[in-house]
Nanobody
Framework: QVKLVESGGGLVQPGGSLRLSCTAS????????WNWYRQVAGKQREEVAA???????QYADFVKGRFTISRDAARNMVFLQMNNVKPEDTAVYYC???????????????WGQGTQVTVPS
């Protein structure tokens, strides 16, 4: 019922910038935590960044100082601003949200379909 859709991926040169977006739709009472993950084919998914409903943020060491996560609660959106990208940032990036669909429902993780980011070497 809850759907997440990412956008903004593409090809970007090393040192360049890219902004990813994710929009949540459906019956949503609250989004408690947003996450961005990324995955290279054949490797395990890794967390990139997270932001809570209280706007606390967390970043993986490999993106600190380069990427910024932010949210727009009114629009049920989250963003990942990617600056000074490197070839090793090449991956499929996935949006994830920890949501409740009503005030008395449990919380579940929901996932987007992913968007490809390619940084050539």
């Amino acid at each position: 019922q809850v759907k997440l859709v990412e956008s903004g991926g593409g090809l970007v040169q090393p040192g360049g910038s890219l902004r990813l977006s994710c929009t949540a739709s459906g019956s949503i009472f609250a989004i408690y935590r947003w996450n961005w993950y990324r995955q290279v084919a054949g490797k395990q998914r890794e967390e990139v960044a997270a932001v809570t409903s209280g706007d606390d943020t967390q970043y993986a060491d490999f993106v600190k100082g380069r990427f910024t996560i932010s949210r727009d609660a009114a629009r049920n959106m989250v963003f990942l601003q990617m600056n000074n990208v490197k070839p090793e940032d090449t991956a499929v990036y996935y949006c994830n949200a920890l949501c409740a669909i009503s005030s008395d429902s449990p919380v579940y993780d929901y996932w987007g379909q992913g968007t490809q980011v390619t940084v050539p070497s």
